[in-house]
């Protein structure tokens, strides 16, 4: 198969370019900056270099014919102002589930955030983040073409991940490490019978493959 990956440079997607490569699919991510291309060489993942926030939805359209997957793993960023919340983690979500559409990529995972609601209130930088995030995956789930799957991680951690998960609709407050969430996305990229559902994510006792063949009604 052929995903390609939006915030290819990210911890998470980087992580799923090496799992991706590893078992013999063809990863592709989309990065911003030409100088990222070498770590995404080294992840085994192909780079492209495009900049969501500036392009038009024709371009995108055009960097995912002949996908077989389209994963939306790019967001602003701990660092971030309250601004780019708005212009990558919903406005690129959202060009991007356009050009997957217009490209004829059915199959569209989205890396969201636990607690993403388009009607969160506050406006500190994270309040924003959550409400911008929500907004993407409402408009994600409108679009009645796509086979889409929504991914809210809990509060995500550098350690080493174990494989093991709880990926329910409703999981409650928790942690997860990076590494399973990629594992989980890797499992999501191969299991479309996990379209429609919104699905959060923390860290568990059930092996990533059984708790997506749980979810997946396998």
């Known amino acids: 198969m052929r ?13 799923l370019e090496r799992l991706l490569a590893a078992r013999g699919d063809e990863a592709a991510g989309i990065i911003r900056h030409a100088e990222q291309a070498d770590d995404l060489r080294a992840a085994g993942a192909e780079p492209i270099v495009c900049d969501l926030e500036s392009v ?21 960023g701990p660092g971030s102002g309250a601004a780019r919340k708005y212009t990558v983690d919903r406005d690129a979500a959202i060009l991007f589930a356009d050009a ?3 490209a004829g990529v059915r199959r569209v ?4 955030s636990m ?6 209130s506050g406006d500190e930088v994270f309040d924003v983040y959550l409400r911008a995030k929500g907004e993407a995956d409402a ?3 409108a679009h009645k073409s796509l086979d889409w799957t929504i991914l809210r991680p809990g509060s995500l951690t550098s350690d080493a991940g174990k494989g093991l998960v709880r990926l329910e609709a409703h999981t ?11 594992a989980v996305l890797a499992e999501l990229v ?12 923390v860290s568990g006792s059930t092996p990533v493959s059984v708790a997506v063949k749980a979810v997946a009604g396998n």
């Open 56 to 76: 038009s939805v024709e371009v995108v359209a055009g960097h995912l014919e002949g996908a077989d997957v389209a994963v939306f793993a790019a967001g602003a």
């Open 139 to 141: 408009y994600v789930r």
């Open 190 to 201: 191969d299991t479309p019978a996990t379209a429609g559902l919104t699905l959060e994510l």
């Open 100 to 102: 997957a559409e217009r």
């Open 109 to 112: 995972v989205v890396v969201s």
């Open 172 to 182: 409650g407050r928790g942690t997860i490490p990076r590494d399973d969430v990629a």
């Open 115 to 120: 607690g993403a609601d388009p009607e969160h």
């Open 3 to 15: 995903i390609v990956i939006a915030g290819g440079h990210g911890q998470i997607a980087l992580r």
